[in-house]
């Protein structure tokens, strides 16, 4: 068996010592979550906020097509289309950050038959080229009168 030399005993503090060190930033940045409550949202009927921030990125939950006065347009795409990414816009202004800084949007349409015009108007919302990262799937929704819901990330 090896015997410990004093020159063996201070190579490995300050190993242990350089881990320490490493380890503590991760532990210190713990970013505060703050829910955002846009004024101008009706409240969710189900438990979640319409985002919450974590230092300076924004998560939007899944913006649905209700108007401020809780309406739906009923089997009208585009109006839902729009009204939702009114809705994320309102979000997404009461965290503090826009569409300009959305980084990542997920999209879920009921029927992807709505793919192209969904494009189509999607694209509006946004300066040629600098669109956000991107995922759009088919499936089935909680209400029966949504045809689309959006969610995003964003930085602030």
Do not use: W
């Amino acid at each position: 068996m090896a015997r410990k030399t004093k020159k063996t005993a201070r190579k490995a503090a300050p190993k242990k010592a350089a881990v320490k060190r490493a380890a503590a930033p991760a532990r210190a940045a713990g970013a505060v979550r703050k829910v955002i409550v846009p004024k101008d949202l009706p409240k969710s009927g189900v438990p979640l906020s319409h985002a919450v921030q974590v230092g300076n990125v924004l998560y939007v939950s899944g913006s649905t097509p209700f108007a401020p006065d809780g309406s739906i347009a009923k089997g009208d795409f585009a109006a839902q289309m729009h009204q939702v990414m009114a809705n994320i816009k309102k979000i997404l202004a009461a965290g503090g950050s826009s569409l300009d800084k959305a980084v990542k949007v997920n999209v879920i349409l009921t029927r992807i038959s709505d793919f192209f015009t969904m494009n189509d108007i999607y694209k509006t919302y946004f300066k040629d080229g600098n669109y956000p990262a991107r995922t759009t799937i088919e499936a089935p929704l909680a209400h029966p009168d949504f045809l689309l819901e959006i969610e995003c990330v964003a930085a602030i």
